[in-house]
């Protein structure tokens, strides 16, 4: 299985949105409504934001949203904050208990 | 609150077996939910599931991976175990093991240990 292709980076000044696509196949992101967003820091460890596909997990800002059409899920991060600036990953179920990983994004804040 | 955290060498040498245990710890690992699972992130590139366990022994693994990988759980310890042979300088990477749902959600992780292969 291949990994999900997203754009290397994004940016954007502080208030304003960015938004990452996270490219699939029917087989994984196209089939099911299982793609989870993960955030991550230098030297940290992956922090989710968002998952099956647009549910926001307790204490994660409103400011994160999630969608999804045919075959790209995408990742809103709207009124950006400076500590947003971080590595975001895709993840999507891939059927038979598979999963596969996006190829990350960078997010700079300006 | 539940915590996790990996162990195991920091170093192993080219064709020998790469093993780690992470533990868990606040939250039994026999819970009907969850699954158990190992992932990791090669020195700047992106994450890579590795395979995942539920607590009854069941396994799931990727296929690139799978004639390498052994997952293992002890119920009776709360922790479960990772086993990678034939280890050569590709898979030097920080290992993370995580709590995660069927559906990928993967709401608790360890700090993760790098796991370098040289000689």
């Known amino acids: 299985q291949s990994a999900l292709t997203q754009p290397p980076s994004a940016s954007g000044s502080p208030g304003q949105s960015v938004t990452i696509s996270c490219t699939g196949t029917?087989?994984?992101?196209?089939?099911?409504?299982?793609v989870s967003w993960y955030q991550q820091h230098p030297g940290k460890a992956p922090k989710v934001m968002i998952y099956?596909?647009?549910k926001r997990p307790s204490g994660v800002p409103d400011r994160f949203s999630g969608s999804k059409s045919g075959n790209t899920a995408s990742l809103t991060v709207s009124g950006l904050q400076a500590e947003d600036e971080a590595d975001y990953y895709c993840n999507s179920y891939a059927g038979s208990n598979n999963f596969v990983f996006g190829t990350g994004t960078k997010v700079t804040v300006l | 609150q539940l915590q996790l955290q990996e162990s195991g060498p920091g170093l192993v040498k080219p064709s020998e077996t790469l093993s780690l245990t992470c533990t868990v710890s606040g939250g039994s690992i026999i819970t009907r939910a969850y699954y158990w699972g190992w992932i990791r992130q090669p020195p700047g590139k992106e994450l890579q599931w590795i395979g995942s366990?539920?607590?009854?022994?069941?396994?799931y693994y990727n296929p690139s991976l799978k004639s390498r990988v052994t997952i293992s759980v002890d119920t009776s310890n709360n922790h479960f175990s990772l086993k990678l042979t034939s280890v050569t300088a590709a898979d030097t990477a920080v290992y993370y093991c995580?709590?995660?749902?069927?559906?990928?959600?993967?709401?608790?992780w360890g700090q993760g240990t790098l796991v370098t292969v040289s000689s």
């Open positions: 029917s087989s994984d992101v196209g089939g099911y409504n299982y």
């Open positions: 366990i539920y607590y009854s022994g069941s396994t």
């Open positions: 099956e596909v647009s």
């Open positions: 995580a709590r995660h749902f069927l559906t990928g959600y993967a709401d608790y």
